[in-house]
């Protein structure tokens, strides 16, 4: 008997409609999405601007540079995609939001599904941000010109742990992050290369030794690279 595959589902709100699937429409990510497990929906913003030149944005309230995503527009884009019982979160790409973190990545997987909303200019106007409850998610300390590849950023990051899309389902759990630290270095063939051998202990054929070899790599990285993970991951030790 075959399980049925209810596919994960993005629906994108952008101004640039045009980009997606883009880069998620090859490799892992491409091959996921014509297989069916999951699936990418694009609305273009502009189709719910009104009057005779569609505008979508305005000057900010209050002065200043740049234009401001209007909320009737973008309320009418978010009312139209989100049908009644539809419980999927609704996401605003933006700097201000919390940063994307592997544990997020997994809560979103499982929520079957997310509302992505890609902003452009200086942003969007505050009052359909909390009309419509969007959350606001960051992918990282750096602007960007839009919304569109931190949503790409985001559905990359979820897609490649829906179930069928890694060959291998350990291939998901040594990674960086998952453990609270980061991940140890990786060797392959040929053995030596350019006078560099791969740590012996790699090659012992010895597994416990190589795990543990491993986890020491792991925990001494993430202490030179990234203190902050290596405090967190340290109180949760004893
Ligand atoms: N004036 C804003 C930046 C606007 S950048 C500020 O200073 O906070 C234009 C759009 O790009 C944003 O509305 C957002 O949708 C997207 N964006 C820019 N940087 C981003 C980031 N780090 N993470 C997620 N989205 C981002």
């Avoid at 399980?3 to 629906?11: F, H, L, N, R, S």
């Avoid at 952008?14 to 429409?25: A, E, I, K, Q």
């Avoid at 502009?46 to 009737?72: E, W």
Wanted: glycine fraction near 12%; charged fraction near 25%; charge should be negative.
């Amino acid at each position: 008997m075959s399980e049925t595959i209810v596919p994960w589902k993005a629906t994108i709100m952008s101004l640039y409609p045009d980009m997606f699937p883009g880069p998620l429409g090859t490799s892992l990510a491409g091959r996921a999405l014509e297989k069916g497990l999951w699936s990418l929906d694009t609305v273009h913003i502009r189709d719910f601007a009104q009057g005779k030149h569609r505008n979508v944005d305005d000057t900010p309230s209050g002065g200043g540079a740049g234009m401001v995503l209007r909320p009737d527009v973008i309320g009418a884009a978010i009312d139209h995609v989100t049908e009644v019982g539809d419980m999927r979160p609704r996401i605003l790409l933006s700097p201000r939001g919390k940063p994307l973190t592997q544990e997020k990545v997994r809560s979103l997987k499982e929520a079957g599904g997310a509302i992505l909303l890609c902003g452009r200019f200086e942003g969007v106007d505050q009052r359909v941000i909390d009309s419509r409850q969007l959350e606001e998610i960051s992918i990282g300390d750096y602007i960007l010109s839009g919304g569109e590849l931190g949503a790409m950023v985001l559905m990359d990051a979820v897609v490649r742990l829906l179930p069928g899309v890694m060959g291998k389902v350990e291939s998901g759990e040594d990674e960086s992050f998952e453990s609270g630290l980061l991940e140890y270095p990786h060797y392959t063939r040929p053995t030596l290369w350019e006078g560099q051998e791969i740590p012996e202990i790699l090659t012992s054929g010895h597994h416990g030794k190589i795990a543990k070899w491993r986890k020491e790599q792991s925990i001494e990285l993430t202490r030179l690279r990234r203190p902050d993970l290596y405090e967190i991951w340290k109180d949760g030790q004893t």
